[in-house]
């Protein structure tokens, strides 16, 4: 199909893109890689009168610690996370989900804070943000303001993005010898939406026990879902098969999937069960840690 009529704008700056979306509010939608908008528009799904396409704006292909975070601009492919040697030997958990998402050809357009502000309740990034309690950067009119992953995602294709604002920044929290995530993920076929994912971060105490733990789910409920149950259990304990094994079924409890082709409902609360328990051994792995 071909979409409907739209208005095409390619700002210079950040101001001019901020002055555009103050204008035309929430009947303008900012393009930057496009490879969930431009489908939704072809079949019509979303139809703004305004087109912003950012990827003229300087200085948001960003990709550096600081102050205990790693900063991504807005231009952040996802290819440029998946050929980083620095996020390969360090961030576990985004290399991981980097070298999933759909596929090749999507992963050189597509961004790491578009894909979080499109917010697709199958999407991969945004259980993965919600493990590594990532933040938000937003912009307006009035200056930027920072959100918590856990506010910044708000139902499914929702986000607390105001009107005449945009997402300019994803920002995740810099990982220490004791920390090491995974993500793990079901599909079809090669580029197709998860059956069922699940992303996991563990941080480690010098004694061994948990010191923090984070848990995000997608493809099974109307958002990518964080397991605050599991979280919890998983603190201050001792790493176990038990304990995994307990952490893992809050996953299962909390799953509320649409039965479709890829599974009945309950095959898919089973996955998520399954997935969080194969991503905490793979992290622990990934920390010298062999659970028993």
Request: with cysteine; glycine share 8%; hydrophobic share 45%.
């Amino acid at each position: 199909m071909i979409p409907a009529a739209f208005e095409y704008k390619r700002p210079m700056s950040l101001e001019e893109a901020i002055s555009h979306l103050a204008e035309h509010g929430y009947d303008a939608r900012v393009l930057a890689g496009g490879q969930s908008l431009i489908p939704a528009m072809r079949y019509r799904l979303a139809q703004p009168s305004v087109l912003v396409d950012i990827n003229k704006l300087p200085n948001l292909g960003y990709m550096h610690e600081e102050n205990g975070m790693l900063r991504m601009g807005a231009l952040v492919r996802d290819t440029d996370v998946e050929f980083n040697e620095e996020i390969q030997s360090k961030y576990h958990l985004i290399s991981d989900v980097s070298r999933v998402v759909a596929d090749p050809i999507v992963r050189f357009r597509g961004t790491v804070v578009g894909s979080l502000c499109h917010n697709d309740p199958s999407g991969d990034w945004a259980a993965a943000a919600i493990a590594a309690r990532a933040q938000m950067v937003i912009q307006g009119k009035n200056g930027p303001r920072v959100e918590a992953i856990d506010q910044f995602l708000v139902d499914s294709f929702a986000t607390s993005i105001g009107e005449g604002e945009m997402a300019v920044e994803a920002r995740f929290p810099v990982p220490n010898s004791l920390t090491s995530g995974a993500y793990e993920k079901i599909e079809r076929k090669v580029g197709d939406y998860a059956t069922a994912a699940a992303a996991v971060q563990i941080e480690l105490n010098p004694d061994g026990t948990i010191k923090e733990a984070g848990i995000g789910i997608t493809a099974v409920a109307h958002m990518a879902l964080r397991v605050v149950e599991g979280e919890n259990l998983l603190r201050g304990q001792k790493p176990s098969l038990e304990l995994i094994r307990a952490a893992a079924e809050e996953a299962r409890k909390i799953a509320d999937p649409n039965p479709d082709a890829r599974g009945s409902a309950e095959y898919k609360k089973d996955m998520a069960r399954v997935l969080v328990g194969r991503g905490l051994i793979k992290a622990l792995r990934r920390l010298n840690v062999v659970v028993a």
